[in-house]
């Protein structure tokens, strides 16, 4: 039997908890989708600007500079659901790194690191791509107008549509990144 003198009458505190297996996992992927989508945006950025006036009209219009406002918007036209498509995986990189935190599981200061930099991409990324939506729809209506041409009404719909989708996905993807940063901080403000 045990002397009750030499006892430690407090018990060790609980340390703390155990890192949870799929924390790692659902970050890397939300952090890597985040990167992908700035790659992509980068990668269109430089599209847009190493373009000649001369690629942006297939040769139809010659003797035209373009500014590079025009320039820029050229990728961005060329893959419409691209642009759609790095704001849903925005908002998917935001949900991936938002579920250990959401499920209240333990994380690693590597895992939060690599969710604050997914979040911080988001909140610059998804406002950007979204300006390259608008120059994509400005280089459309200003190559119209350049080859003399109105815009066909069903054309107009169709460019209403895609400024929709995408100024709609990157509300969700900056409110999301936004709500799920500063949720972040105050969990980090309360330890």
């Known amino acids: 039997m045990s002397d009750p003198l030499t006892e430690d009458a407090t018990p060790d505190p609980p340390g703390p908890d155990p890192v949870w297996p799929w924390s790692g996992p659902l970050t890397a992927m939300g952090f890597g989708l985040a990167l992908t989508v700035t790659a992509q945006f980068l990668l269109?950025?430089?599209?847009?600007?190493?373009?000649?006036?001369?690629?942006?009209?297939?040769?139809?219009?010659?003797?035209?500079?373009?500014?590079?406002?025009?320039?820029?918007?050229?990728?961005?036209?060329?893959?419409?659901?691209?642009?759609?498509?790095?704001?849903?995986?925005?908002?998917?990189?935001?949900?991936?790194?938002?579920?250990?935190?959401?499920?209240?599981?333990?994380?690693?200061?590597?895992?939060?690191?690599?969710?604050?930099?997914?979040?911080?991409?988001?909140?610059?990324?998804?406002?950007?791509?979204?300006?390259g939506t608008l120059l994509a729809?400005?280089?459309?209506?200003?190559?119209?107008?350049?080859?003399?041409?109105?815009?066909?009404?069903?054309?107009r719909l169709e460019l209403y549509g895609f400024l929709v989708g995408v100024v709609g996905l990157t509300a969700v993807a900056v409110i999301g990144g936004a709500r799920a940063m500063s949720l972040r901080l105050a969990v980090d403000a309360e330890e």
């Open 44 to 131: 269109f950025l430089a599209e847009g600007m190493s373009a000649s006036s001369n690629d942006l009209t297939n040769g139809q219009v010659t003797g035209h500079p373009f500014d590079v406002l025009h320039r820029i918007g050229y990728p961005f036209n060329l893959s419409r659901v691209g642009a759609a498509v790095m704001v849903l995986s925005l908002v998917v990189a935001v949900l991936l790194v938002s579920v250990p935190p959401m499920l209240d599981k333990a994380t690693s200061d590597r895992h939060e690191m690599l969710a604050s930099v997914a979040l911080g991409l988001d909140l610059v990324i998804a406002p950007l791509v979204m300006i």
């Open 137 to 155: 729809v400005r280089y459309n209506l200003r190559s119209f107008q350049v080859a003399g041409r109105p815009v066909p009404g069903f054309f």
